[in-house]
């Protein structure tokens, strides 16, 4: 098998890393940490630029308005983007606009979309209720049809982005006799609506998530993600997408090859104990295995589909990745691999610290990944419950 790439492929490589050291500014940086990830005036204005060079949307049918391209083209798009930490959307992106895409109405197409590729309009995912996490089918929040729209009344809980989002992607039940996933419908909200009300949760990496409540919020019909009770398939497909999206490693090698270039230059006896050398090796030939994984996977989106045990697949290993390398990285680091970036003696650019504490919510986050070795079981191997 022939792993190098063709020469198209590396000549779109080199495109996307000059564009990025023209953007990769300390101002960019500093804009996207304070606002924990959510766009800002400096973010859009790097978002537009993205939309101007035609990546928002290479890869999507023509008719959808993109450009019909090879997915690997997207996949060099985000792997390179990933490893100098620039900015390339987030669920926004990854998991609402090919739902809206896939499955909105022409009304939800005309009006989203255009917003998200130009980074005016950004999404925050509301499906985990305070009874209703891993068990979604369970969700309470309703809606309750009125003139011209429903209203909607309930609580999500871990809602992360809400407050830097325009929106909330809702789970909603619409159907109030219906069962587990049936009359659930997916509604679009927009977060300066009345009625909603949204409140920090910190978490222990120092990053925030939201919990989110709705009193009254209306909703007009036109914001209704077809089918209406019908959305445990647009759920399932943004699903999907969700967990391939939460599965990247090329910042994890980004981290490996920090820390290993830190040390054959500081320390370089440090990397002749045999112990260690097998475990970055180990670590090495896991990035690789994931890579391979990711590359499938980008051409399994292209064919229109994800199917739910390969996206579980790929959710696991990412997530079991990270966590695994930044716990060794910690270790060997010690003192350094604890401190924040922004500590002068912190290793510059290595991130270990971030990695390791926002590792335990990517092995949840989207599906536990006990819920995926199920799905794997149940879907992918056709075994029985």
Request: net charge neutral; charged share 25%.
């Amino acid at each position: 098998m022939d792993f190098r790439w063709p020469d198209e492929y590396l000549a779109f490589r080199d495109e996307v890393e000059s564009f990025i050291h023209e953007w990769r500014t300390p101002e960019l940086a500093a804009e996207m940490r304070e606002r924990e990830g959510a766009a800002g005036p400096l973010t859009r204005e790097y978002y537009k630029a993205l939309q101007e060079k035609g990546w928002m949307r290479m890869c999507w049918p023509v008719e959808m308005g993109g450009e019909g391209r090879d997915p690997l083209y997207q996949f060099i798009l985000v792997e390179t983007m990933e490893y100098w930490r620039m900015p390339y959307g987030n669920l926004t992106f990854t998991s609402v606009a090919p739902s809206i895409a896939q499955y909105g109405n022409e009304h939800q197409k005309k009006t989203y979309l255009p917003g998200i590729w130009n980074g005016e309009l950004t999404f925050a995912i509301g499906y985990s209720e305070p009874n209703a996490g891993t068990d979604l089918a369970a969700l309470r929040t309703k809606g309750e049809k009125v003139d011209g729209g429903w209203k909607v009344n309930g609580q999500k809980i871990w809602t992360s982005l809400a407050a830097h989002s325009t929106h909330i992607w809702l789970a909603t039940r619409t159907d109030p006799d219906s069962k587990r996933h049936k009359g659930i419908s997916v509604l679009i909200v927009n977060t300066h609506a009345p009625g909603v009300t949204i409140r920090p949760l910190k978490t222990m990496s120092g990053m925030s998530t939201y919990e989110t409540f709705y009193d009254d919020v209306f909703v007009p019909d036109e914001d209704v993600v077809p089918p209406l009770h019908g959305g445990w398939t647009t759920i399932m497909h943004a699903l999907n997408h969700e967990r391939v999206g939460l599965s990247p490693t090329s910042n994890l090698a980004r981290n490996y090859d920090v820390v290993v270039d830190h040390y054959k230059k500081t320390r370089p006896e440090k990397l002749r104990d045999p112990v260690l050398r097998r475990q970055l090796a180990e670590l090495r030939v896991e990035l690789a295995r994931h890579r391979a994984l990711a590359i499938r996977n980008a051409v399994t989106i292209a064919s229109g589909e994800i199917k739910p045990g390969e996206a579980s697949m790929a959710k696991i290993s990412g997530s079991e990745l990270r966590y695994r390398m930044s716990t060794l990285l910690v270790d060997v680091l010690g003192r350094a691999g604890v401190l924040e970036r922004d500590d002068p003696r912190s290793i510059e650019q290595a991130h270990v610290q971030g990695n390791y504490l926002s590792s335990p919510i990517l092995r949840f986050g989207g599906g536990t990944n006990e819920l995926q070795r199920n799905i794997i079981a149940t879907r992918h191997l056709g075994m029985t419950r």
